[in-house]
């Protein structure tokens, strides 16, 4: 089991940047495939972001790729996400979260660690 603490975010005008960062406890990091998922008011959990083991593999989905980066440093055990050009839409709660090997990087069921959530908001 690992625990998880996001932080990082905040408001920013639409076309912004933001980077959180999520904070991992526990033995082993290297050892858990990490997620960003996110959630905004009156819908579903959505996948952001998901990155491998050893960093080698990335997955976006499609309404943030190219504005997106995650990575991950396990000496530091350290997992962020780089958002730019930052819109309306993007404003959510992000939530990181690390599992062993999910059965399916985009599904958040895949996943048995979570942080508490971190708020953005973005102004048009």
């Known amino acids: 089991q690992v625990q998880l603490v996001e932080s990082g975010g905040g408001s920013v005008q639409a076309g912004g940047s933001l980077r959180l960062s999520c904070a991992a406890s526990?033995?082993?990091?290297?050892?858990?495939?990490m997620g960003w998922f996110r959630h905004a008011p009156g819908k579903e959990r959505e996948f952001v972001a998901a990155i491998s083991w050893s960093g080698g593999s990335t997955y976006y989905a499609d309404s943030v790729k190219g504005r997106f980066t995650i990575s991950r440093d396990n000496a530091k055990k350290m997992a962020y996400l780089r958002m730019n050009s930052l819109k309306p839409e993007d404003t959510a709660v992000y939530y990181c979260?690390?599992?062993?090997?999910?059965?399916?990087?985009?599904?958040?069921?895949?996943?048995?660690?979570w942080g508490q959530g971190t708020q953005v908001t973005v102004s048009s």
């Open positions: 526990g033995r082993f990091f290297s050892s858990y495939f």
């Open positions: 979260a690390a599992d062993p090997d999910p059965s399916q990087y985009s599904d958040p069921e895949g996943y048995d660690d």
